[in-house]
């Protein structure tokens, strides 16, 4: 530490503080433009005769420091003068007035703008984005959007070029950003000073008009804190917050698409169906239709004869009252969620070997470990804060291994890259630890201590040979060779992994593969290591933290452990049933079985989620079914009931993040129309079917659940608005929090990791002649799950309007298939039709589809082969055929889309882009 002082004010500061943070502690802002260049952060330190600028380093003790002396403001003043004799000064119809900061430090130190600007170059506005536009006549050279796009990003799309002595900002290689590897995700647009980036946005607003609210985004995992723009009641404008997970950057998602909020197409009211027909209701009409049915169906067929599907997109308050509804006021334990989809086997397979079922390590420290292994994550599309990590560790020196059957953005940069067969990770873990054990690379001294089952693994894997896995995987021998020694040289190698792994008929068994290669290599309980999920959705851990799960209380506390239960039957004070209820894959069965007479969906759409649309459209014809959501979505259409709920912008609650950390979600906007919140309707139900319960706010549900679950017990709303969230396990209130699981060890019995033998095996999808390509499918950047939400942005909507299916070269020729013509693909479970590309980062026989479109990739997946543990589906393996559709049909298709797209723009009240 170095004493300092500021404009005559004392502190202590760490040696190597810049004069922007050490100026912070003391409530001090000095001007800037955010960028490395033409900035006005001039500062004086008395001793030096030149001037130095707020983001150098304070290294000397004693240091005096002025940011507002005669010098300081003189040097502001001459280079505010220089910048406007070449900006523009139409600032009333500039979209910046009123944030402009140019402006406003114009008008601080007095500086008028010039009555003749300099001559300089005019280059054209670049409209050619969706979702921003570029004004370089604007730009002020400060490079701030050169800076984050290259060094956080990492996507390095623009440059600064001198001609003539001046200097311009441009689109690498002379392009328009259309033309660019841009990604869109605003963040160039977040820290323009000025108005040379701006948003296309949908309505026009002045700054001073709006207030500001930071709350947690209800996208993907990671959990970003973002800070909205509110003019009235409607948010105008979205920027990144500077939260632990996200550090000041935004995806295109969190960014721009927070149209659905203010969507006209929202749910507004309660709406039962009459003849046929869904008709608006009263709430005291649809409420008591809900608990009459509840009760009807309870007292005829018994508890477990209703099911529910609590969400991973709304808060913890909801998933804890959904489940405790379900289990205390029915009587059941039928209650599961999407994490079923998509991470049930990493917690299966986390929990069996480690004693956690969650991610272990932070998200930033990605950029600090010496090797990323990113295995069955397109991380750069499905969470891509985290990709941009991804990308700065790369540029930074770090080493990077992907393996995916997909060439993704990051085996571009990657050291090593695996591109395996679908469902091939089993075998490539093994291939791994043959090589790790082979070359004597394991640690010894990990193993001993924290680990059992060593001789098994080792024994098992003998058989695994570079040789043999190669076969298996489709992958050169010595890469998989150069992966294990690469993944086993430090003790900084940081596992990341997603869908890829999980949704396969054995993808409890990949996960544990995963397990397997940190354990051996002591990967974990260390920063910057361990066995990393990344939870897709933005409460998908919360979610199961609440116990939306058939087996687990809260905090993962077991339904068949009779201490557990009484535990509950206190608290609840309900006798609580001891069977394991029916997981979402298996309660569709159950309907069409006549076991379940009465599902209740919260959040959910399982009519796009779930696998075999047409077997999961039978069983919603059959039930009866009560959703509550916030549009009519695909699958409250076939709704009985239909509950109208608040969106995430309109409550208040808790999300929990990938990584464990407990945000606080925080109100924005009032609710629209007759909405409620979840816990709201859910609180009204249960007291209407017989079991009373009183809460007179979201903070109330949080307080109750944090009583019963011991991992969320020290948490309070308070704690986790001072501490920018809360790290679970968090026992007591002066618990810190555990960012890092495993330090003293695995947290399962006994403190030692499992190390679990395992086989490869073939996808039973697989073995049908009828059907001889493989379709895997995932997320892309554009689109969120089911597309509920981020279809109502239109930028969003223009990227990706429809499905497509991606072909190999060598398969569309053998088909005789081209670029954008429509074909037919089919499995065991129905066909589809959809539009063909043609890309080469795939292998030959396999073929790529998103999951987010209705009546699209879920048609063609499998409900019936399941994990024998987690019980998800395989939607990473799919049997396929592909087929040539007649001229006429072509011509047909084409016909509906444009038909569809024009009702959607009419829809939107804007003319349909040509």
């Known amino acids: 530490m170095i004493e300092i002082r500021i404009n005559n004010r004392s502190l202590s500061v760490e040696k190597g503080t810049n004069i922007f943070q050490a100026a912070e502690k003391l409530?001090?802002?000095?001007?800037?433009?955010?960028?490395?260049?033409?900035?006005i952060c001039f500062c004086q330190i008395e001793g030096q005769d030149e001037l130095v600028m707020a983001s150098d380093e304070i290294t000397q003790n004693g240091t005096v420091i002025w940011t507002e002396s005669p010098e300081v403001k003189k040097a502001r003043i001459a280079l505010l003068t220089e910048i406007l004799k070449t900006h523009p000064q139409d600032c009333m119809n500039c979209g910046k007035l009123g944030e402009c900061k140019l402006q406003k430090y114009s008008q601080m130190y007095g500086v008028e703008a010039p009555e003749v600007l300099d001559e300089y170059k005019h280059i054209d506005k670049d409209m050619s984005s969706y979702f921003y536009m570029r004004e370089p006549d604007k730009c002020i050279r400060c490079g701030a959007c050169i800076e984050v796009c290259r060094d956080k990003v990492g996507v390095d799309v623009l440059e600064k070029v001198t001609e003539n002595g001046k200097d311009y900002i441009l689109i690498k290689d002379g392009k328009s950003i259309e033309e660019s590897p841009c990604v869109s995700c605003g963040n160039c647009v977040s820290v323009c000073p000025v108005g040379a980036l701006l948003p296309k946005a949908q309505q026009r607003f002045r700054e001073w008009e709006t207030k500001k609210v930071v709350t947690t985004c209800a996208y993907c995992g990671v959990g970003c804190q973002i800070e909205y723009s509110v003019r009235g009641d409607k948010?105008?404008?979205?920027?990144?917050?500077?939260?632990?997970?996200?550090?000041?950057?935004?995806?295109?998602?969190?960014k721009f698409a927070f149209d659905f909020i203010n969507h006209k197409d929202r749910l507004t009211q309660p709406m039962i169906r009459k003849n046929g027909k869904l008709v608006p209701a009263s709430w005291e009409e649809a409420l008591t239709l809900v608990a009459s049915k509840i009760n009807e169906v309870k007292d005829e067929f018994g508890a477990d004869a209703i099911a529910g599907f609590s969400s991973a997109r709304t808060v913890n308050e909801d998933n804890y009252l959904f489940q405790k509804f379900i289990r205390a006021a029915v009587g059941t334990n039928n209650v599961d969620h999407c994490a079923r989809l998509c991470h049930s086997s990493t917690v299966a397979g986390l929990a069996t070997t480690l004693g956690s079922g969650a991610m272990t390590n932070p998200i930033p420290e990605i950029k600090d470990a010496d090797v990323i292994f990113i295995t069955g994550s397109n991380t750069t599309e499905t969470h891509p804060v985290m990709g941009m990590y991804a990308r700065q560790a790369h540029n930074a020196g770090k080493k990077i291994i992907v393996a995916d059957p997909v060439r993704i953005p990051l085996a571009e940069i990657a050291d090593i890259y695996l591109q395996i067969n679908p469902g091939s990770?089993?075998?490539?873990?093994?291939g791994m630890l043959h090589v790790i054990f082979e070359e004597g690379l394991e640690d010894k001294e990990y193993i001993e201590k924290y680990t059992e089952g060593i001789e098994e693994l080792r024994e098992s894997v003998k058989k695994y040979t570079p040789e043999a896995v190669a076969e298996i995987c489709g992958v050169d021998k010595e890469l998989i060779i150069e992966a294990a020694r690469m993944y086993a040289g430090t003790h900084k190698s940081y596992i990341a992994y997603a869908m890829g792994i999980t949704q396969h008929v054995n993808g409890t068994d990949n996960v544990s593969s995963l397990s397997n290669l940190a354990l051996v290599t002591g990967n974990m309980g260390r920063e910057a290591s361990g066995v990393n999920p990344l939870r897709g959705q933005n409460n998908v851990q919360g979610a199961c933290d609440m116990g939306a799960l058939p087996t687990d209380y809260p905090g993962y506390q077991k339904v068949v452990n009779d201490e557990v239960k009484e535990k509950f039957q206190h608290a609840w004070g309900r006798e609580l049933s001891p069977t394991p209820g029916y997981t979402v894959t298996q309660a569709i069965p159950a309907i069409l079985e006549d076991k379940v007479k009465l599902l209740y969906v919260m959040g959910e759409n399982p009519m796009v989620s779930d696998p075999n649309t047409n077997h999961v459209e039978?069983?919603?014809?059959?039930?009866?079914?009560?959703?509550?959501d916030i549009f009519l979505t695909e699958t409250a259409e076939y709704a009985d009931v239909v509950l109208p709920a608040a969106a995430f912008a309109e409550k208040e609650g808790t999300f929990t993040n990938t990584e464990r950390r407990v945000q606080l979600l925080r109100q924005v906007v009032p609710m629209k129309g007759e909405c409620r919140e979840d816990w709201w309707i859910l609180m009204q139900v249960m007291n209407r079917i017989g079991y009373e319960c009183h809460y007179d706010c979201v903070e109330d549900v949080f307080n109750e659940m944090r009583t019963v679950t011991p991992s969320y017990a020290g948490m309070t709303y308070e704690r986790i608005e001072k501490e920018s969230g809360l790290v679970w396990p968090c026992p007591s209130e002066d618990h810190p929090g555990t960012p890092i699981l495993h330090t003293n060890g695995p947290v399962r019995p006994g403190g030692k990791g499992l190390l679990k033998p395992l086989e490869w095996r073939p996808s039973p999808d697989l073995q049908d002649e009828e059907y001889p390509m493989v379709l895997t499918s995932a997320r892309i950047l554009y689109h969120y799950h089911t597309r509920t939400m981020t279809d109502k942005t239109r930028a969003i909507h223009s990227t990706s309007p429809r499905n497509w299916i991606e072909l190999?070269?060598?398969?569309?020729?053998?088909?005789?298939?081209?670029?954008?013509?429509?074909?037919?693909?089919?499995?065991?479970?129905?066909?589809?039709?959809v539009e063909a590309r043609i890309s080469d980062t795939l292998q030959p026989g396999v073929a790529w589809m998103p999951f987010h479109y209705a009546k699209g990739a879920n048609v063609l997946t499998d409900s019936?082969?399941?994990?024998?543990?987690?019980?998800?589906?395989?939607?990473?393996?799919?049997?396929?055929r592909i087929e040539k559709v007649p001229a006429e049909l072509q011509k047909q298709l084409a016909e509906e889309v444009l038909a569809k797209e024009a009702a959607y723009y009419e829809n939107e009240e804007v003319d349909m882009p040509q």
């Open 864 to 880: 019936e082969h399941l994990d024998p543990v987690s019980k998800i589906p395989g939607f990473k393996q799919i049997g396929i």
């Open 235 to 254: 948010i105008v404008a979205a920027r990144p917050a500077n939260g632990p997970s996200n550090q000041g950057l935004l995806c295109v998602k969190g």
């Open 27 to 39: 409530g001090i802002t000095i001007p800037t433009f955010g960028g490395p260049d033409n900035d």
């Open 618 to 628: 039978e069983a919603l014809e059959k039930v009866f079914l009560i959703t509550q």
């Open 808 to 833: 190999y070269p060598e398969d569309a020729e053998n088909y005789g298939i081209t670029e954008g013509e429509w074909i037919k693909v089919s499995s065991a479970r129905g066909s589809i039709y």
């Open 425 to 430: 990770s089993v075998a490539l873990s093994n």
